[in-house]
Protein backbone atom coordinates (compact mmCIF):
# COMPACT_ATOMS: atom_id res chain seq x y z
CA UNK A 1 0.00 0.00 0.00
CA UNK A 2 1.53 3.14 -0.95
CA UNK A 3 0.25 6.72 0.75
CA UNK A 4 0.84 9.84 -1.73
CA UNK A 5 1.18 12.99 0.04
CA UNK A 6 -1.23 16.27 -1.45
CA UNK A 7 1.09 19.56 -2.48
CA UNK A 8 4.24 17.50 -2.69
CA UNK A 9 6.19 20.51 -3.70
CA UNK A 10 6.28 21.87 -0.41
CA UNK A 11 8.61 19.07 0.91
CA UNK A 12 11.14 20.01 -1.86
CA UNK A 13 13.02 16.75 -2.32
CA UNK A 14 11.94 14.37 0.08
CA UNK A 15 10.40 11.58 -1.80
CA UNK A 16 6.49 12.35 -1.62
CA UNK A 17 5.72 8.70 -1.47
CA UNK A 18 5.31 6.78 2.03
CA UNK A 19 5.37 3.00 1.49
CA UNK A 20 2.90 2.38 4.65
CA UNK A 21 3.68 -1.46 4.50
CA UNK A 22 7.19 -0.95 4.54
CA UNK A 23 7.02 1.27 7.29
CA UNK A 24 4.70 -0.79 9.90
CA UNK A 25 7.06 -3.75 8.93
CA UNK A 26 9.77 -1.82 10.39
CA UNK A 27 7.90 -0.60 13.46
CA UNK A 28 6.92 -4.23 14.30
CA UNK A 29 10.17 -5.27 14.10
CA UNK A 30 11.22 -3.13 16.61
CA UNK A 31 8.40 -3.76 18.92
CA UNK A 32 9.46 -7.57 18.99
CA UNK A 33 13.01 -6.51 19.36
CA UNK A 34 12.09 -4.33 22.49
CA UNK A 35 9.45 -7.07 23.86
CA UNK A 36 11.95 -9.88 23.60
CA UNK A 37 14.59 -7.34 25.24
CA UNK A 38 12.74 -6.83 27.97
CA UNK A 39 11.46 -11.08 28.46
CA UNK A 40 15.29 -11.14 28.31
CA UNK A 41 15.83 -8.47 30.77
CA UNK A 42 13.20 -10.03 33.09
CA UNK A 43 14.68 -13.56 33.18
CA UNK A 44 16.02 -14.82 36.42
CA UNK A 45 18.31 -17.71 36.24
CA UNK A 46 18.63 -18.68 39.38
CA UNK A 47 15.06 -19.43 39.15
CA UNK A 48 15.59 -21.37 36.12
CA UNK A 49 17.90 -23.26 38.60
CA UNK A 50 15.57 -24.14 41.21
CA UNK A 51 12.99 -25.17 38.85
CA UNK A 52 15.12 -27.70 37.59
CA UNK A 53 15.85 -29.06 33.73
CA UNK A 54 13.08 -31.33 33.14
CA UNK A 55 11.02 -28.17 32.69
CA UNK A 56 13.55 -26.38 30.73
CA UNK A 57 14.37 -29.08 28.38
CA UNK A 58 10.20 -30.07 27.72
CA UNK A 59 10.21 -26.49 26.95
CA UNK A 60 13.35 -26.77 24.37
CA UNK A 61 11.45 -30.02 22.87
CA UNK A 62 8.05 -27.75 22.27
CA UNK A 63 9.84 -25.19 20.85
CA UNK A 64 12.01 -27.44 18.24
CA UNK A 65 8.66 -29.47 17.40
CA UNK A 66 6.91 -26.89 16.43
CA UNK A 67 10.10 -25.07 14.68
CA UNK A 68 9.99 -28.17 12.66
CA UNK A 69 6.20 -28.11 12.45
CA UNK A 70 6.03 -24.66 10.98
CA UNK A 71 9.14 -25.23 8.27
CA UNK A 72 7.63 -28.37 6.97
CA UNK A 73 4.35 -26.74 6.61
CA UNK A 74 6.38 -23.53 4.70
CA UNK A 75 7.94 -26.45 2.70
CA UNK A 76 4.27 -28.60 1.82
CA UNK A 77 2.93 -25.67 0.88
CA UNK A 78 4.96 -23.76 -1.02
CA UNK A 79 4.64 -20.41 1.50
Do not use: D, W
Not at 21 to 46: D, H, N, P, R, W
Not at 61 to 75: E, N, W
Amino acid sequence: MTFHLPNAAVFGTINPTVNLAAFFETVSQYCILISMAGVGLETKLSAMKQTGTKPFFASLFASLLITVLILGLIKVLRI
